[in-house]
């Protein structure tokens, strides 16, 4: 674990909310890291004496955000879906595609096949261009096996991430992704086996259970009864719910506390009211609207509603290639109603927040040192520049990993 002065900080990101404005922004800061936890951040003439020792590094006035949390991926997975993207394009739907056996079936067909060592390399490869470009914790789920043995194989890789590169993996199990084609005339059946089999089988290697709870997958019903026993097995819940309609999955996440309800693209006042009242946190994907060429998530009607707001990549196969969390925050701001400090506070204090992790995406005394130097004075030139990567370093745990 290493110890680090950073001197020189033109602007720095806290989001502590002990400091002024949402994103607690200290200008000509310094910041200290002792065995790879912030141990003081502030303005660069309050440095204490004890600190002046550590080895430094000048970031000549750039600007040091905390790294990105990106709160929901679906980043293990083999086969190529370019051809459905194009079929998108011209003008068949996602649904259509998916009930046609396309979509999700053509990743479980493609994951099921790959070897393991295949999986992790394409995993690791994704994961490898996120660290580059700024993204120091990844949530990946499971959900593309579908039977006992991949959902555990995906599960594994995942893991297995951390191993080859320096970023951290949150796992969520998704083994109620959708009813594969070999259920799909005993659908409760599958769920028996997603409840029976592969939720024990599961525990320990995952933090979360996540259910696609939505027309053409799993309904409220059988998405309360996965959710409740995998709080039994020690999973928390999310859900990816409202995405395709309103499918009662955001109410869902309400009533049962979920740590998150994702997507969210057709939710009513009510859900937001509810959301907000329980403090389940809200994940929308700009991306995924511009991919699937639809009104962007209601991050605005969201923040505004008191919900807290996430926003994340969504890296997946179908409804969202994308692996660039700055991209995003652009996406959040250009298309979904955040102000840049609203959309870089989702992309790292609220992407923690809804992983429950309470001492990442800040920079406070005691949080993980997982900090990015910028290409640019402000974070501002994120949003301003979108598409162009920005991060100049990635520091993960205090120790310069990527430059
Ligand atoms: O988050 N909506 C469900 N799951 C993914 C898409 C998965 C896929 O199309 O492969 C999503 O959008
Ligand atoms: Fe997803």
């Given at each position: 674990?290493?110890?680090?002065?950073?001197?020189?900080?033109?602007?720095?990101?806290?989001?502590?909310?002990?400091?002024?404005?949402?994103?607690?922004?200290?200008?000509?800061?310094?910041?200290?890291?002792?065995?790879?936890?912030?141990?003081?951040?502030?303005?660069?003439?309050?440095?204490?004496?004890?600190?002046?020792?550590?080895?430094?590094?000048?970031?000549?006035?750039?600007?040091?955000?905390?790294?990105?949390?990106?709160?929901?991926?679906?980043?293990?997975?083999?086969?190529?879906r370019s051809d459905e993207f194009a079929q998108r394009l011209r003008g068949d739907s996602y649904e259509e595609i998916l009930a046609a056996g396309g979509g999700i079936h053509s990743t479980v067909a493609a994951t099921r096949a790959e070897k393991t060592n295949l999986l992790l390399n394409g995993a690791v490869h994704r994961a490898k261009r996120m660290l580059g470009m700024g993204t120091t914790t990844v949530e990946v789920k499971s959900g593309y096996g579908l039977d006992l043995q991949t959902e555990i194989r995906m599960l594994e890789v995942a893991r297995a991430?951390?191993?080859?590169?320096?970023?951290?993996?949150?796992?969520?199990?998704?083994?109620?992704?959708?009813?594969?084609?070999?259920?799909?005339?005993?659908?409760?059946?599958?769920?028996?086996?997603?409840?029976?089999?592969?939720?024990?089988?599961?525990?320990?290697?995952?933090?979360?259970?996540?259910?696609?709870?939505?027309?053409?997958?799993?309904?409220?019903?059988?998405?309360?009864?996965?959710?409740?026993?995998?709080?039994?097995?020690?999973?928390?819940?999310?859900?990816?719910?409202?995405?395709?309609?309103?499918?009662?999955?955001?109410?869902?996440?309400?009533?049962?506390?979920?740590?998150?309800?994702?997507?969210?693209?057709?939710?009513?006042?009510?859900?937001?009211?509810?959301?907000?009242?329980?403090?389940?946190?809200?994940?929308?994907?700009?991306?995924?609207?511009?991919?699937?060429?639809?009104?962007?998530?209601?991050?605005?009607?969201?923040?505004?509603?008191?919900?807290?707001?996430?926003?994340?990549?969504?890296?997946?196969?179908?409804?969202?290639?994308?692996?660039?969390?700055?991209?995003?925050?652009?996406?959040?701001?250009?298309?979904?109603?955040?102000?840049?400090?609203?959309?870089?506070?989702?992309?790292?204090?609220?992407?923690?927040?809804?992983?429950?992790?309470?001492?990442?995406?800040?920079?406070?005394?005691?949080?993980?040192?997982?900090?990015?130097?910028?290409?640019?004075?402000?974070?501002?030139?994120?949003?301003?520049?979108?598409?162009?990567?920005?991060?100049?370093?990635?520091?993960?745990?205090?120790?310069?990993?990527?430059?």
């Open positions: 674990m290493t110890d680090l002065l950073l001197t020189g900080i033109g602007q720095l990101v806290t989001n502590d909310s002990d400091r002024d404005g949402l994103l607690g922004l200290v200008t000509d800061a310094a910041v200290a890291v002792k065995g790879g936890r912030v141990a003081w951040a502030g303005p660069e003439s309050e440095l204490l004496k004890e600190f002046r020792e550590l080895p430094e590094l000048d970031c000549s006035g750039r600007a040091v955000i905390p790294g990105f949390v990106d709160s929901h991926t679906h980043l293990v997975f083999a086969g190529d991430i951390s191993d080859h590169l320096a970023i951290d993996v949150v796992r969520t199990f998704l083994g109620a992704h959708v009813v594969p084609a070999e259920y799909s005339d005993d659908r409760a059946g599958y769920v028996r086996l997603v409840i029976e089999q592969m939720l024990p089988a599961a525990a320990g290697h995952a933090d979360f259970c996540d259910v696609f709870c939505d027309d053409g997958a799993f309904t409220v019903d059988e998405a309360r009864e996965i959710l409740t026993v995998a709080a039994r097995h020690g999973m928390k819940a999310r859900l990816h719910a409202n995405q395709l309609g309103h499918s009662g999955g955001a109410a869902l996440a309400a009533e049962i506390g979920a740590a998150s309800a994702d997507h969210l693209d057709h939710v009513t006042q009510d859900d937001l009211a509810r959301l907000a009242a329980t403090g389940t946190a809200a994940v929308v994907f700009p991306s995924v609207s511009l991919s699937m060429r639809i009104d962007p998530p209601p991050a605005r009607q969201l923040w505004d509603a008191g919900v807290s707001v996430a926003i994340a990549t969504d890296c997946n196969p179908g409804t969202s290639y994308v692996e660039n969390m700055q991209l995003v925050v652009g996406l959040a701001t250009l298309t979904a109603g955040l102000t840049p400090e609203e959309a870089l506070w989702a992309a790292t204090r609220g992407g923690a927040t809804a992983l429950q992790l309470a001492d990442k995406g800040h920079v406070t005394p005691g949080a993980v040192a997982d900090l990015l130097m910028l290409e640019a004075d402000t974070y501002l030139e994120i949003p301003y520049r979108p598409g162009t990567d920005l991060v100049r370093m990635v520091i993960k745990d205090g120790e310069p990993v990527v430059s």
